[in-house]
C-alpha cells in the first residue's frame, strides 16, 4: 500500500483525527484554479482513491516541511538579571538602625565643627616649654586674700603663682631631687625673689615634699596650647616700703627710660611700692631689656607679664 494510504488509515484508524472534507481536496490541488464543484463521488470510486491519496500526501508534505523548517531563534533580549543574594542579619539590623529616628530624649551626637572657608587657621602656639630653677611655697597669711587674678586664694587647692606665665596655666611641676612631680593652675604672680621661678600653694607643696626644706629646685612644663612668650612684659627693678624712695627712682629713671610705674602692692607684711620700667612686646625682648638695666644700672631685673586692667602687672 503506498506511504500516504498507509498515513490515512493510521489517522482514520485513530479515531478520526484527520477528517478531509472534498472541498478542501480540490482547493489543494490547485490553489491557482478553484473547482467549485464538490467531489462526492471520488470517494466512494476507488479508481479516484490514488489521486485522493496523492492530494493527502502532498498536504502532510508541505505540513511536515513547514513544521521541520521552524527552527528555533536565539533570544537576544538581556538574560534576566540575578537575584541579589539575601542580606546577612546583622547588617540589616545595623541598616535598620541607621535610619531609625532618634528618640527626642536622647543626647544629640557632637557634630564636627567644619572650619569657615577663606579664614586662616590659627597659628598652632609652642608647645614644650619648660625652665628649670627654685620652687618655693606660700600659705598662711595669703590664704583667703585675693590673688593677682582676682580669685581667693586658697592653698589647699593645687594652684602656683609665676611671673610671666598666662592666668590658667596648667604647667607640671616636677622636684629634681626625688623625681615626684604634681599638676597646678596658674592664678598669681610671683615670686618676687631672685633665683625662683615658682611659688607653690601648700597643697602642691605636699605633693612634691617641699613643705619641709621649702626651697626645692624644679623643672617647669607647660601643658597644653598656651604661647607663654606671647604678651606684654615690663621689668621690675626695685621694691620700697616709703613711697618717696620709688618716687625717686623713678623719677632719675624717667630721664632715660619709659613708661615707668609704680605699682602698690598690700602685702601681709605691708604695702609695698614697686617700680616697673617699660612695656615690652614678647618675653624674650623683655628679658633682653632685663639685662641691659643689669649691666647700665646694676640693677637685679624681674621679668613680669603686664596682666590685663593692671598697668604694672597684678597685685601680689
Known amino acids: 500500500m503506498p506511504r500516504g494510504m498507509r498515513r490515512i488509515r493510521d489517522l482514520h484508524d485513530a479515531g478520526g483525527a484527520l477528517k478531509i472534507s472534498p472541498e478542501t481536496v480540490s482547493?489543494?490541488?490547485?490553489?491557482?484554479?478553484?473547482?467549485?464543484?464538490?467531489?462526492?463521488?471520488?470517494?466512494?470510486?476507488?479508481?479516484?482513491?490514488?489521486?485522493?491519496?496523492?492530494?493527502?500526501?502532498c498536504l502532510l508534505c508541505v505540513y511536515s516541511s513547514g513544521c521541520a523548517a521552524?527552527?528555533?531563534?536565539?533570544?537576544?533580549?538581556?538574560?534576566?538579571?540575578?537575584?541579589?543574594?539575601?542580606?546577612?542579619?546583622?547588617?540589616?539590623?545595623?541598616?535598620?538602625?541607621?535610619?531609625?529616628?532618634?528618640?527626642?530624649?536622647?543626647?544629640?551626637?557632637?557634630?564636627?565643627?567644619?572650619?569657615?572657608?577663606?579664614?586662616?587657621?590659627?597659628?598652632?602656639?609652642?608647645?614644650?616649654?619648660?625652665?628649670?630653677?627654685?620652687?618655693?611655697?606660700?600659705?598662711?597669711?595669703?590664704?583667703?586674700?585675693?590673688?593677682?587674678?582676682?580669685?581667693?586664694?586658697?592653698?589647699y587647692k593645687l594652684t602656683a603663682a609665676h611671673r610671666t606665665l598666662?592666668?590658667?596655666?596648667?604647667?607640671?611641676?616636677?622636684?629634681?631631687n626625688n623625681g615626684k612631680s604634681t599638676v597646678v593652675r596658674i592664678t598669681d604672680r610671683g615670686p618676687f625673689v631672685d633665683n625662683r621661678i615658682i611659688d607653690l600653694s601648700l597643697a602642691a607643696a605636699r605633693e612634691v615634699e617641699s613643705v619641709g626644706p621649702g626651697v626645692v629646685p624644679v623643672r617647669v612644663e607647660v601643658l597644653?596650647?598656651?604661647?607663654?612668650?606671647?604678651?606684654?612684659?615690663?621689668?621690675?627693678?626695685?621694691a620700697f616700703r616709703e613711697r618717696a624712695n620709688a618716687e625717686r627712682l623713678r623719677d632719675r629713671l624717667d630721664v632715660s627710660y619709659s613708661p615707668i610705674f609704680i605699682q602698690q602692692y598690700d602685702s601681709p607684711d605691708g604695702v609695698f611700692y614697686r617700680v616697673r620700667v617699660g612695656r615690652i612686646s614678647g618675653e624674650n625682648a623683655a628679658r633682653q631689656f632685663g639685662e641691659q638695666l643689669r649691666g647700665r644700672e646694676g640693677f637685679t631685673p624681674l621679668v613680669t607679664r603686664l596682666d590685663e586692667g593692671s598697668p604694672a602687672g597684678g597685685n601680689r
Open 70 to 155: 521552524r527552527k528555533p531563534i536565539a533570544d537576544r533580549r538581556q538574560p534576566p538579571p540575578v537575584e541579589p543574594s539575601s542580606t546577612p542579619a546583622e547588617t540589616a539590623d545595623a541598616a535598620k538602625r541607621s535610619t531609625d529616628v532618634p528618640d527626642a530624649s536622647a543626647t544629640p551626637p557632637a557634630v564636627a565643627s567644619v572650619p569657615k572657608k577663606n579664614k586662616p587657621a590659627p597659628v598652632p602656639a609652642p608647645s614644650g616649654y619648660t625652665e628649670e630653677g627654685n620652687a618655693s611655697w606660700y600659705g598662711v597669711p595669703f590664704h583667703g586674700r585675693h590673688a593677682s587674678n582676682g580669685e581667693i586664694y586658697d592653698m
Open 224 to 238: 597644653g596650647g598656651v604661647d607663654p612668650t606671647a604678651g606684654f612684659f615690663t621689668v621690675q627693678v626695685g
Open 27 to 57: 482547493v489543494t490541488l490547485d490553489s491557482r484554479k478553484h473547482v467549485s464543484h464538490p467531489q462526492f463521488g471520488c470517494l466512494s470510486n476507488f479508481s479516484c482513491a490514488p489521486l485522493f491519496a496523492l492530494c493527502v500526501f
Open 166 to 176: 598666662p592666668f590658667e596655666t596648667m604647667v607640671r611641676v616636677t622636684n629634681l
